[in-house]
């Protein structure tokens, strides 16, 4: 059996627990929402590289200083959900597609309900960011962190995308 380690990290969307194997980040859990990683018995809190490197690249994004992240991963999931996570990966900072767009990009456009329920299985969220897709009239919808998260990530992105770090074209007027 492989030993996990996690930490927790307080971050602008709530405590994050960041869970690693040897190998690689495995979860990110909110502290509040439908997705919460809980510690199991046989876990351990420590440093270990992966989620030391996990830290410094989630508070450089939450800084406005990286738009990709460059981490070793082990997400647990079916073949189906790692494929549909894997196109989460590619859709660029700043943007947002809908879940049948992300359904068409993986081939199988008439799989929209399986690709949301994949999307909502997300167990690395920010890092692979399901939070950029969106509903078909540009809706947000659930998000495993609370939409307030899900609003806070796709508005610090656009701030960045668009060169307003501080907010300013917000407030401005």
């Not at 189906?80 to 700043?94: A, C, S």
């Not at 920010?126 to 939070?131: F, G, W």
Request: glycine share 12%; net charge positive; with cysteine.
């Amino acid at each position: 059996m492989q030993a996990i380690w996690y930490d927790d990290m307080l971050s602008p969307v709530g405590m994050l627990r960041l869970v690693a194997g040897e190998a690689g980040l495995r979860e990110i859990g909110f502290e509040r929402g439908r997705h919460r990683a809980s510690p199991q018995l046989s876990w351990q809190r420590g440093a270990i590289a992966p989620l030391a490197l996990a830290r410094q690249q989630l508070e450089e994004y939450f800084a406005g200083m990286r738009r990709q992240f460059d981490l070793p991963l082990q997400p647990l999931g079916t073949p189906f959900q790692r494929e549909v996570w894997r196109e989460l990966t590619r859709i660029p900072y700043g943007a947002t597609i809908s879940y049948g767009e992300l359904a068409r990009r993986i081939g199988q456009p008439q799989a929209v309900r399986a690709v949301g329920a994949a999307n909502g299985r997300n167990p690395l969220p920010i890092v692979v960011p399901c939070h950029r897709v969106i509903g078909a009239d540009g809706s947000l919808t659930g998000f495993g962190g609370g939409l307030p998260a899900k609003r806070h990530l796709l508005s610090l992105e656009d701030r960045i995308a668009h060169g307003d770090l501080f907010g300013t074209a917000a407030h401005a007027g």
